[in-house]
Nanobody
Framework: VQLQAFGGGLVQAGGSLRLSCAASGRTVSSYPMGWFRQAPGKEREFVAAISWRGGITSYADSVKGRFTISRDNAKNTVYLQMNSLKPEDTAVYYC????????????????WGQGTLVTVSS
């Protein structure tokens, strides 16, 4: 499975962006998928995850109410809609698939995409 994240860019505080993560090589429709981010000088952190059917989602407290994860299994793609962006959301965002244990926030994921940079200016 190859994952490619895109949609990052420069946005002003309060603005919105939608990230996409497209999978190729094989379907990811049977895998939970997640988004993570890594800010400069900080460790990578969990952002959001979604079950394979999309019925269950999980969010980091820092993004609850502002970010929405969704997926379209027909397109083999997962999305992250980011609203009310803050400068502290600036990071490289990564998508991942197939957590190897329960507890999406801390699980080891089998597949990772390259990151897409989100920069939020104040």
């Amino acid at each position: 499975v190859q994952l490619q994240a895109f949609g990052g860019g420069l946005v002003q505080a309060g603005g919105s962006l939608r990230l996409s993560c497209a999978a190729s090589g094989r379907t990811v429709s049977s895998y939970p998928m997640g988004w993570f981010r890594q800010a400069p000088g900080k460790e990578r952190e969990f952002v959001a995850a979604i079950s394979w059917r999309g019925g269950i989602t999980s969010y980091a407290d820092s993004v609850k109410g502002r970010f929405t994860i969704s997926r379209d299994n027909a397109k083999n793609t997962v999305y992250l809609q980011m609203n009310s962006l803050k400068p502290e959301d600036t990071a490289v965002y990564y998508c991942a698939a197939d957590p190897t244990s329960t507890g999406w926030e801390t699980a080891v994921y089998t597949y990772w995409g390259q990151g897409t940079l989100v920069t939020v200016s104040s």
